[in-house]
């Protein structure tokens, strides 16, 4: 909306505005921008910007792979022609020292595990219990692993795959993808290919920079934000570095009117709506980064009618009290803002091919058709430059405390400025270009030895929006290093009785694309083959204790393996992981285990889990919930996530990325090499319960309606039992099962393996035809959060303000009857026969 | 639309118009109609029109079960209480004396064979060929099956189960689904069990007949078709006998111009439309039976803008020359019309829960929101009412010999009737109701010994619009025969290796609904476990020689097994029924090999392939194609379907129906018995070729749009190729497993089932979403015909005329994609590993 020249008021225009190309506390203006050299054809690519050093390092020379101790990695015999044939089924499995293929003899204590040798305990001095799920020398091999990995070589990684920027669709980030390759066929995969998607990806324009400005009421800006971050101390330097910017932001010059709309959540604007009777139909919002996906904000802000959004980070929500901003801590400074992709995919992948794989022979939408893409501005700020936005709003106050973050301003909410200033508009100036560009996933395997044909994925991303200390290399090198450790297993002889995936997805950042589209290319020998998927996007995101989310068929298996790890925590130094994450963050249903969420999105696990239903979780460090009220970590998607952020403030002795590698590596190794997969099916009915109670309790604070419309959660909680009373009669069968008979612990392993998979509807949820699983979706208000029955809450979500109670209703019984139905049907595939 | 009343003409009415009440040729008024005693509650089930005598005839005393000769089957053990323990994998399979659980000496030689003894060869004499798809004494088995199977039992069997009407939702089908259930437990099945859906059926109104009349301009109705049929000699006194109507056609009493539009055909009504420029708007259009499905005649007029549609069966589409109305011969009698539903459901089942099985806690869509109901009302007659209608007609005279059928009229178009008639209208009457009814499918099953996780099923339906005599009961007598045949194979011991289902469906004629609902009740464990899906519907629509649909997966043991079956045909007595059959119809691609077809729909084969992509088949004796024109078997649908019609003049010996019954038994045995699944890969290869090359063809004649719009099949082709290799190394690795190693057999196994599901794509065809099979589907001109690539083949029908060119050939790149990725994607399920 321009309205520039309608009056005149040119004194004393807001205090505090600066002139153009000025900005406030030193974030630099356009003359730096010029350093970001943005190729001039399909992409950032080659060209000027990538030195000829940087290269040599990323393919050859120093490749960064840590030294081998012991070892060296030129005695690896390359196993791709070593498969050894599959034992026979009756026999017990060799002894670790009988193992083919490898002529020295075996280091069965792990003496290379020097690190932390006091702590890597429990698999060591455990006795070997015989179970159906576990038997042989499995646990010595388990044991082997963890020992195999060290903090060092994490570091290491780290220290390697961070000295560059690895924006996804870069000529960097495919150098990385090479040299990971590179080091995986040295590590001794089986195979490691590199696998490309053409995606829709999207990038500032190099020659007309991004920024929000104010307007006076000539048409002249009085203000401009910063476009770029002053880089971090050494980093001087580097070259292609990406201002910060949201992803798939529509070009535009919206002008208009402010309106601060706190988080941008769906309770928000009902807030302004219903309670304030503020309208944001016209109008530019503004709003703070966190608690939801900053892609819902967006979409609220469409849906209230606004025009273009702004999005910055309060310091109520990216700073810790007492920590300074970095570099003397990790606070986040003024100057820097938050990147981040702001589409609302639902689960589609590349926005032009919705469901396929982005391939060359791929018919692609039209852009104006893409999924998800959102139709107004949006852009990021720090909060030096928000400050300057918010100062002079006017309007009405803040509703409550929760709408006041930590700026020295009034959090007035508009619309527009105050006093003087009252006819001076702000103007976003957007002008993204969105690009169809390659993307390189590196994809490595281990072939199973006995069932080939069953996979276990540990998949994380690569690409970085900067240099991507924590998000993603902190889980980056962690995965490098299980990958390491993996191979030297191999060296040995072992292989896993199933085949193991190893994958570096590309494009996470613009909508989890690496990991969609090959889950899509895919699909047939996932659906048929996929045992489970674990993810390995970043490994810490606080230093406090453990955060685990994970289907209801792996809580044992992680309760298992967190005890036979040690805890890298101060004050739990004999202690396990499971001991330290218990004592720190217990669950809130049962106090006598530690807490495990529900999967949401935001990460690779999305297509895997919400679109095929393959058993997944993930791990991570966390931090304290209870005390630490900011959003994520303060540096999270900024120029200052580095090497030195993590190694001065999250975890100087890498020993946290390590516990939590372990968790990943030793889940998959469980699920890779157990005869009988080691999931839980009785939590899943356990869950079942508590999601049904909750989703139930939800509904009946509207109990006069459901007299009313005949709703009945009845067929619910009774498929709910049937499933329970068949999980039971499925594990006293399982326990029973002749191990000895391959076609008997094959039958038992599909009907677990393919669980999972029967909680998938073809049809989707309501319009989200690429989220399909019926007992858990990311929620529909954020996608970071998980939901449980996000069919039936989605219909019972505002249901009192529908504008047909009968019709909002009969979809409320409808989603019920599809509920009951997947859980039906899901317990029948636990039955033997029919 | 009411015009009576314009103008005054009521002189001379169309000659030969009939008094109100009073019908040509001896077809029954009214007064017959209270005859049909529709129960006044939910259905007709119950009350007084289910004599006693009938009711103690189904459930108990002389049950119809064929006498067993040779063994009393109170003889056979329960097998409920004696499954064997697989065998060792690496043993031998047992030579057939060894089999356990029998103490008789086994008939090896089948000494039963009585009917057929020089004819039944093949498998005796055949020397045993050791291949990876047949070991052991498997051929005995399988010819002893054959053996047991006797034409005297079908033949028994179909007179017990015509005795009475077997409509869906009656007392009569329910009984009749006990009887069966009965007879299966009493053949030795391990269960038997019914299984019920309440779906949506639609019966006429008892109190109020549905006719068609002709108005005078007064209103006065001056002609009325009749309601019901003259009952079959020896069945004058049988009630429950619904009479001739449209199933789901709304009710209403539209009045209008008649306009005449051939069989309704989308080139029928392009013809009416395009070149003679004649609107159906408004009007009330007459169509003949045959060519296509009726449902797809009535949307076709939907969208053709009438406002009724009238259907009668032409002699031309319903006699054979030379031939007597039946009782005197098979051909159609004046008196009588075609039943059948109208709906367009699409593969969704009942069309008040789509995509679910429509149970007691499913939530029902309203019936204005159900799937596939016409809006249109829509009515049959027999050709003598027809003629009346026919025979006035004015306006254009058909376009050429193709509109004019055999009766003693002009076939001219209308609208409206000529000269003095002009000012009648045409006026339906229709009251049809639709009720939400119970329904019962039998499921029976066999316990696999070695894989009780892998289905193969034996399906078809037992609901029948009045007696049943060809459709369906001459299959379900066949199947009944195949049951105890089994029965008697397990009283010997004998067990399969995967577990074999017998269904009975049930409400098949009200949209294949039976069949349905019970995929979509068990749809997880169906996609898991389903091998292979045979059909059963009628065994004989004529008796010249076999038809055969199914996917090329089969065409090699549908070669196979033909090659061990005795011809049944005169004039091949000492051959084979692939000798017959390929020289009477010879494929027109291969004429060394008979022909075999793609499949379409119109029977309840249709969720399990294509909607879940489970591999099946269907074969029934057919006419002559080269030279009985009449448009499938005249009696279809009607009253005169009873077993006379079947013993008289079809099949006097019962030897076809054997034939055929023998062929889905030993299919079923072979899928169910075989250690590897008796699939062959390379022909889907080669089918994919040649669909693709038909569908390039088409292209081909818009080559320079195929230019202008940058349109290639090169991917799809080459995808072709790819799939081609890959199941030739398929195959070449399927000829060296282990068979000694379980788990080895079984993963190629499992590639072998899972290749047809990979051919599904969860988002359906455009506007189909349940049918997903991406190579074949229902024609959507046709739904009893097969389409091979659909998608492609509907994006470009009639391409040459859609508004908007460039989205038209953007649709059909998007549909070469998808069905590129498609072949691709199930390529790579061959594979070994990714």
Same mark, same amino acid.
């Given at each position: 909306m321009d309205v520039a020249g309608q009056q005149e008021d040119c004194l004393l225009p807001l205090q505090g505005f600066l002139s153009p190309l000025q900005n406030p506390r030193g974030s630099q203006g356009p003359g730096v921008w010029g350093r970001f050299p943005l190729a001039s054809g399909r992409s950032w690519r080659a060209g000027a910007g990538l030195c000829a050093r940087s290269a040599a390092a990323e393919v050859g020379g120093d490749l960064g792979v840590p030294r081998v101790t012991g070892r060296a990695l030129s005695a690896l015999p390359r196993s791709r022609t070593s498969h050894?044939? =599959?034992?026979?089924?009756?026999q017990p499995r060799r002894?670790?020292?009988?193992?083919?293929?490898?002529?020295a003899p075996v280091d069965v204590l792990g003496c290379s595990a020097g690190l932390f040798p006091g702590r890597i305990s429990g698999w060591l001095s455990k006795p070997l219990k015989e179970t159906a799920t576990s038997v042989g020398p499995h646990q010595n091999v388990r044991g082997e692993l963890l020992s195999e990995m060290k903090a060092e070589n994490i570091k290491s990684f780290l220290r390697s795959f961070t000295a560059l920027p690895h924006l996804a669709g870069t000529e960097q980030n495919l150098l990385l993808a090479k040299k990971i390759q590179t080091q995986w066929k040295e590590f001794g995969l089986d195979s490691a290919d590199l696998v490309h998607y053409d995606v829709l990806l999207s990038y500032p324009n190099m020659t007309n920079a991004n920024y929000i400005s104010v307007m006076d009421?000539?048409?002249?800006?009085i203000f401009k934000t910063s476009y770029l971050e002053p880089p971090p101390e050494g980093y001087?330097?580097?070259?292609n570095i990406v201002p910060p910017y949201n992803a798939f932001s529509p070009q535009g010059v919206p002008e208009g009117e402010l309106v601060y709309v706190n988080y941008a959540r769906t309770e928000d604007f009902f807030k302004l709506e219903r309670e304030m009777n503020i309208s944001c139909t016209g109008k530019i919002v503004i709003a703070r980064y966190g608690k939801i996906f900053r892609g819902n904000k967006v979409k609220n802000a469409m849906l209230a009618g606004a025009i273009g959004i702004i999005l910055y980070s309060d310091p109520a929500d990216y700073s810790a009290p007492g920590v300074q901003p970095y570099p003397k801590g990790w606070n986040l400074p003024g100057t820097t803002a938050q990147r981040g992709n702001v589409l609302n995919l639902n689960g589609a992948g590349d926005p032009l091919t919705p469901g396929y794989p982005a391939k060359e022979y791929t018919f692609r939408l039209d852009v104006e058709d893409g999924v998800g893409i959102p139709q107004i501005p949006v852009h990021p700020i720090g909060y030096n430059d928000a400050e300057v936005l918010l100062r002079y709003l006017g309007g009405?106050?803040? =509703?409550?405390?929760?709408?006041?973050?930590?700026?020295?301003?009034?959090?007035?909410?508009?619309p527009g400025f105050t006093g003087h200033g009252s006819f001076r508009k702000v103007k976003m100036h957007v002008h993204n270009i969105n690009k169809i560009t390659r993307i390189y996933d590196v994809i490595g395997t281990i072939r199973g030895s006995v069932e080939p044909d069953r996979y276990v994925i540990l998949g994380g991303h690569r690409d970085a929006w900067v240099f991507g200390g924590i998000d993603p290399t902190s889980g980056a090198a962690g995965l490098q290093e299980v990958v390491q450790s993996f191979g030297k297993l191999m060296s040995r002889g072992w292989r896993p009785r199933r085949t193991i995936i190893f994958a570096s997805w590309d494009a996470e950042e613009f909508g989890l694309l690496g990991s969609t589209e090959w889950a899509e290319e895919n699909v047939k020998t996932l659906q048929e083959r996929g045992v489970a998927y674990i993810n390995a996007d970043s490994s810490i995101e606080g230093n406090y204790t453990l955060r685990v989310d994970c289907t209801p068929l792996l809580f044992q298996l992680v309760y298992k393996l967190t005890k036979e790890i040690s805890s890298p925590d101060d004050g739990f130094e004999s202690k396990s992981l499971y001991e330290s994450w218990l004592e720190k963050d217990?669950? =809130?249903?049962?106090?006598t285990l530690p807490r495990i969420s529900k999967l949401g999105s935001g990460s690779d696990f999305e297509a895997y889990f919400q679109r095929l239903g393959i058993a997944s979780g993930r791990a991570r460090y966390t931090k304290n919930r209870k005390t630490d009220t900011y959003s994520s970590y303060p540096m999270y998607h900024t120029i200052y996530e580095t090497f030195e952020l993590v190694e001065k403030f999250y975890d100087p002795t890498f020993s946290k990325q390590l516990a939590v590698a372990q968790l990943r590596g030793a889940l998959v190794y469980e699920l890779a090499d157990s005869q009988i997969i080691p999931f839980n099916v009785q939590d899943y009915a356990k869950a079942l319960q508590n999601y049904a109670t909750s989703i139930y309790n939800l509904a009946k604070k509207h109990d006069q309606e459901l007299r009313d419309h005949g709703v009945s959660f009845d067929a619910l909680f009774s498929a709910v039992r049937n499933f329970s009373e068949a999980a039971s009669d499925f594990h006293r069968r399982l326990a029973g099962v002749d191990l000895n008979n391959p076609t008997a612990v094959r039958i038992v392993n599909d009907q677990l393996m393919l669980l999972e998979r029967a909680f998938i509807d073809p049809l989707g949820l309501p319009g989200r035809p690429f989220y399909r699983h019926i007992i858990f979706a990311p929620s529909s208000h954020n996608k970071y959060a998980g939901e449980s029955f996000p069919g039936i809450f989605d219909a019972m979500f505002d249901i009192e303000n529908k504008a047909d109670p009968r019709s909002a209703w009969a979809e409320v019984k409808k989603q019920i009857s599809i509920a009951t139905f997947t859980i039906q049907a899901a317990a029948g595939t636990l039955k033997e026969l029919l």
């Amino acid at each position: 909306m321009d309205v520039a020249g309608q009056q005149e008021d040119c004194l004393l225009p807001l205090q505090g505005f600066l002139s153009p190309l000025q900005n406030p506390r030193g974030s630099q203006g356009p003359g730096v921008w010029g350093r970001f050299p943005l190729a001039s054809g399909r992409s950032w690519r080659a060209g000027a910007g990538l030195c000829a050093r940087s290269a040599a390092a990323e393919v050859g020379g120093d490749l960064g792979v840590p030294r081998v101790t012991g070892r060296a990695l030129s005695a690896l015999p390359r196993s791709r022609t070593s498969h050894r044939r =599959p034992a026979s089924p009756a026999q017990p499995r060799r002894s670790h020292g009988q193992v083919q293929g490898s002529s020295a003899p075996v280091d069965v204590l792990g003496c290379s595990a020097g690190l932390f040798p006091g702590r890597i305990s429990g698999w060591l001095s455990k006795p070997l219990k015989e179970t159906a799920t576990s038997v042989g020398p499995h646990q010595n091999v388990r044991g082997e692993l963890l020992s195999e990995m060290k903090a060092e070589n994490i570091k290491s990684f780290l220290r390697s795959f961070t000295a560059l920027p690895h924006l996804a669709g870069t000529e960097q980030n495919l150098l990385l993808a090479k040299k990971i390759q590179t080091q995986w066929k040295e590590f001794g995969l089986d195979s490691a290919d590199l696998v490309h998607y053409d995606v829709l990806l999207s990038y500032p324009n190099m020659t007309n920079a991004n920024y929000i400005s104010v307007m006076d009421e000539h048409g002249i800006e009085i203000f401009k934000t910063s476009y770029l971050e002053p880089p971090p101390e050494g980093y001087e330097n580097v070259t292609n570095i990406v201002p910060p910017y949201n992803a798939f932001s529509p070009q535009g010059v919206p002008e208009g009117e402010l309106v601060y709309v706190n988080y941008a959540r769906t309770e928000d604007f009902f807030k302004l709506e219903r309670e304030m009777n503020i309208s944001c139909t016209g109008k530019i919002v503004i709003a703070r980064y966190g608690k939801i996906f900053r892609g819902n904000k967006v979409k609220n802000a469409m849906l209230a009618g606004a025009i273009g959004i702004i999005l910055y980070s309060d310091p109520a929500d990216y700073s810790a009290p007492g920590v300074q901003p970095y570099p003397k801590g990790w606070n986040l400074p003024g100057t820097t803002a938050q990147r981040g992709n702001v589409l609302n995919l639902n689960g589609a992948g590349d926005p032009l091919t919705p469901g396929y794989p982005a391939k060359e022979y791929t018919f692609r939408l039209d852009v104006e058709d893409g999924v998800g893409i959102p139709q107004i501005p949006v852009h990021p700020i720090g909060y030096n430059d928000a400050e300057v936005l918010l100062r002079y709003l006017g309007g009405a106050a803040p =509703p409550d405390a929760s709408w006041k973050g930590s700026l020295d301003v009034d959090y007035n909410i508009g619309p527009g400025f105050t006093g003087h200033g009252s006819f001076r508009k702000v103007k976003m100036h957007v002008h993204n270009i969105n690009k169809i560009t390659r993307i390189y996933d590196v994809i490595g395997t281990i072939r199973g030895s006995v069932e080939p044909d069953r996979y276990v994925i540990l998949g994380g991303h690569r690409d970085a929006w900067v240099f991507g200390g924590i998000d993603p290399t902190s889980g980056a090198a962690g995965l490098q290093e299980v990958v390491q450790s993996f191979g030297k297993l191999m060296s040995r002889g072992w292989r896993p009785r199933r085949t193991i995936i190893f994958a570096s997805w590309d494009a996470e950042e613009f909508g989890l694309l690496g990991s969609t589209e090959w889950a899509e290319e895919n699909v047939k020998t996932l659906q048929e083959r996929g045992v489970a998927y674990i993810n390995a996007d970043s490994s810490i995101e606080g230093n406090y204790t453990l955060r685990v989310d994970c289907t209801p068929l792996l809580f044992q298996l992680v309760y298992k393996l967190t005890k036979e790890i040690s805890s890298p925590d101060d004050g739990f130094e004999s202690k396990s992981l499971y001991e330290s994450w218990l004592e720190k963050d217990p669950s =809130p249903e049962n106090k006598t285990l530690p807490r495990i969420s529900k999967l949401g999105s935001g990460s690779d696990f999305e297509a895997y889990f919400q679109r095929l239903g393959i058993a997944s979780g993930r791990a991570r460090y966390t931090k304290n919930r209870k005390t630490d009220t900011y959003s994520s970590y303060p540096m999270y998607h900024t120029i200052y996530e580095t090497f030195e952020l993590v190694e001065k403030f999250y975890d100087p002795t890498f020993s946290k990325q390590l516990a939590v590698a372990q968790l990943r590596g030793a889940l998959v190794y469980e699920l890779a090499d157990s005869q009988i997969i080691p999931f839980n099916v009785q939590d899943y009915a356990k869950a079942l319960q508590n999601y049904a109670t909750s989703i139930y309790n939800l509904a009946k604070k509207h109990d006069q309606e459901l007299r009313d419309h005949g709703v009945s959660f009845d067929a619910l909680f009774s498929a709910v039992r049937n499933f329970s009373e068949a999980a039971s009669d499925f594990h006293r069968r399982l326990a029973g099962v002749d191990l000895n008979n391959p076609t008997a612990v094959r039958i038992v392993n599909d009907q677990l393996m393919l669980l999972e998979r029967a909680f998938i509807d073809p049809l989707g949820l309501p319009g989200r035809p690429f989220y399909r699983h019926i007992i858990f979706a990311p929620s529909s208000h954020n996608k970071y959060a998980g939901e449980s029955f996000p069919g039936i809450f989605d219909a019972m979500f505002d249901i009192e303000n529908k504008a047909d109670p009968r019709s909002a209703w009969a979809e409320v019984k409808k989603q019920i009857s599809i509920a009951t139905f997947t859980i039906q049907a899901a317990a029948g595939t636990l039955k033997e026969l029919l």
